[in-house]
T-cell receptor, first 113, second 111 residues
């Protein structure tokens, strides 16, 4: 089945630690996105990539980093510089021209302990 | 100009009633308007989408109404059911550019 997979589903981070969230898609989509969602809030764009080896900052990129070495993969690293990382993180992908909208993963819930 | 404003933030409807969620945009270049449905702990899923060359699109109990001159579009859920309780997001995009999302509406259908 084609889809987008996020792992892990739950992640716990200690203060000062970097953690990496995985996002893999087998939809042959060019574009991939990372969003942050806080309780009861909307979707805030962290980073996005429209092609391999290229990515752009979204609205809240500070404290986060990404890479896009393969078309299928777009991992997000939450660094220690992100002071309030507890949130629900969503990865999405889109085919050419977002003609059929985004396909979202099932999310990773990150908690600082 | 890139914003999409969604209202209401939350909505409670009785079972069998009509749920209506509204969105307004400013960028007249937007040419794709999808709606997403998100259940708690899950990622959003595409529900229905419309392009500006039509004024209405219906899929089952879900209808998008589009008013190009007013720069508004809305989602209507007919015969609302408890299983429709979720958060709904409208969005808009221009060409191949990324989607701009509304702030979301938490819909609760009372049995």
């Amino acid at each position: 089945d084609g889809g987008i997979t996020q792992s892990p589903k739950y992640l716990f981070r200690k203060e000062g630690q970097n953690v990496t969230l995985s996002c893999e898609q087998n939809l042959n989509h060019d574009a991939m996105y990372w969003y942050r969602q806080d309780p009861g809030q909307g979707l805030r764009l962290i980073y996005y990539s429209q092609i391999v080896n290229d990515f752009q900052k979204g609205d809240i990129a500070e404290g986060y980093s990404v890479s896009r070495e393969k078309k299928e993969s777009f991992p997000l690293t939450v660094t220690s510089a992100q002071k309030n990382p507890t949130a629900f993180y969503l990865c999405a992908s889109a085919g050419q021209g977002v003609l059929y909208g985004y396909t979202f993963g099932s999310g990773t819930r990150l908690t600082v302990v | 100009q890139q914003q999409v404003k969604q209202s209401p933030q939350s909505l409670i409807v009785q079972k069998g009633g009509i749920s209506i969620i509204n969105c307004a945009y400013e960028n007249t270049a937007f040419d794709y308007f999808p709606w997403y449905q998100q259940f708690p702990g899950k990622g959003p899923a595409l529900l229905i989408a419309i392009r500006p060359d039509v004024s209405e699109k219906k899929e089952g109990r879900f209808t998008i109404s589009f008013n190009k001159s007013a720069k508004q579009f809305s989602l209507h859920i007919m015969d609302s059911q408890p299983g429709d309780s979720a958060t709904y997001f409208c969005a808009a995009s221009k060409g191949a550019q990324k989607l701009v999302f509304g702030q979301g509406t938490r819909l609760t259908i009372n049995p």
